[in-house]
């Protein structure tokens, strides 16, 4: 059997990354391996120079900055005061937040060691806000892509806890 246990990042400075994901994003450590932190939601960050000697000479397997072809993507409920945190911390962004085509609005930016880092809103929160918008259910299904059954559902919750 073979199981996904999350991705991984290789960074620099495991102290500088550590602050950003823990004080920054309040991300929970799950295991502390020293060279190599997991946390929990399964994503991990490893030290450079070690992770390095684990594939071996960097000329052969480089271990490049900002290539831009994955990112860590976590969801909230409060993406305007992570955005007001995140702007305060001096953070650089690819993009401020903007809303994607499916209404869901997200922001991308770098880690110290140029990963990108996405954060959405929740999609619970997106078909309430077009709710709150008179949106009819079908409009907010075509336009998010998700099931009627699921819009409805959000919609009932939202009613019963206000």
Do not use: C
């Not at 994955?70 to 992570?82: H, R, V």
């Not at 993009?95 to 060691?113: K, L």
């Amino acid at each position: 059997m073979l199981k996904f246990s999350g991705p991984l990042y290789v960074v620099e400075d495991i102290a500088v990354s550590r602050r950003f994901y823990e004080g920054l994003l309040n991300q929970k450590v799950q295991i502390d391996f020293g060279v190599n932190i997991s946390y929990e939601g399964n994503f991990a960050i490893h030290l450079k120079s070690h992770y390095q000697s684990l594939l071996g000479e960097a000329a052969e397997y480089p271990v490049t900055k900002r290539a831009h072809n994955g990112e860590l993507y976590f969801e909230t409920d409060e993406i305007d005061a992570i955005y007001q945190q995140l702007h305060e911390a001096g953070v650089e962004f690819i993009h401020e937040i903007r809303e994607q085509p499916w209404a869901q609005r997200v922001m991308r930016f770098y880690d110290p060691d140029g990963h990108i880092v996405e954060i959405g809103e929740l999609m619970d929160a997106v078909v309430i806000r077009l709710h709150r918008q008179d949106w009819s259910i079908d409009r907010i299904r075509e336009k998010t892509g998700m099931p009627r059954e699921y819009v409805e559902h959000v919609i009932q919750e939202q009613g019963k806890s206000g």
